[in-house]
């Protein structure tokens, strides 16, 4: 079905990136590359990939002579990427064993080039959470916008061959949304399989924890980003708003 390149940014993440990486060689389809641009990492995450890219040729490090930000690695990796599928996943992330295998006969056999699927939550320690998010079964641009990224990124796949490479906008955050936005100004809708086949690590430390600190950067990245006028990107940012507040008290 063509190869898969793998796009793993990596920071400070020793404790957690070797089981991720596992997940990856654990896959029942085989052909792929991952690689990892570790963003100059203080910990002994370099010492750990670089074992582990020993005993497997599809395995590449990269390593930042400075710590520039999650962008500025997915990009990296992007750039160096030869596969015709571009995956990704998070260095403290995991997959199923069977998720490239079923995501890309999912893409083939319906003609689709820009995919997700279901992941679970699971906590610090792996452990499931019991917290399931299924995607839309499709998604267009504007429902993005307004639902402020439905989209696991660690489950995303987009057929480079078909829709050319997308690069990630120069943000320190929501900065994974902003790329599947700049997709869907190419291809109409993201198709969502609606099938659990990632786990998404709950941290203490992820940038992403605090969901209403990240209105901010959404209000950049729609101002700046998308340029969407005052009206259009307040109405967004409200509707996203409205929307976490509810979540939060109906999880009280």
Not at 3 to 20: D, F, L, Q
Not at 210 to 220: H, S
Request: aromatic content about 12%; some cysteine; hydrophobic content about 35%.
């Amino acid at each position: 079905m063509g190869k898969v390149s793998i796009i793993m940014p990596a920071y400070n993440c020793a404790k957690y990136i070797t089981e991720s990486i596992a997940s990856v060689t654990a896959q029942t389809y085989t052909n792929w590359e991952l690689l990892i641009v570790d963003d100059a990492s203080t910990d002994n995450t370099q010492q750990v990939v670089e074992a582990l890219a020993q005993s497997d040729s599809r395995i590449k490090y990269i390593r930042l002579e400075k710590n520039s930000g999650a962008a500025v690695a997915r990009n990296t990796a992007i750039e160096k990427a030869d596969g015709r599928y571009l995956a990704f996943l998070d260095s403290d992330d995991l997959w199923y064993p069977e998720k490239l295998k079923k995501q890309l006969e999912f893409m083939q056999e319906n003609g689709y080039s820009f995919t997700c699927t279901t992941y679970e939550w699971i906590d610090e320690t792996g452990k499931p959470t019991g917290k399931i998010k299924k995607p839309f079964k499709r998604a267009d641009y504007n429902l993005c916008l307004y639902y402020g990224d439905p989209i696991g990124n660690s489950t995303v796949i987009y057929d480079a061959q078909a829709l050319g490479k997308f690069f990630v906008p120069p943000i320190r955050k929501r900065n994974d949304f902003a790329m599947w936005l700049q997709v869907l100004k190419k291809e109409k809708y993201i198709y969502g399989l609606r099938e659990v086949l990632a786990s998404y690590r709950s941290r203490s430390d992820s940038l992403s924890k605090k969901k209403f600190g990240l209105l901010k950067y959404q209000w950049q990245l729609y101002r700046e980003i998308e340029k969407l006028n005052i009206i259009k990107a307040s109405v967004a940012i409200l509707t996203l708003f409205i929307r976490k507040a509810s979540n939060a008290i109906c999880n009280k």
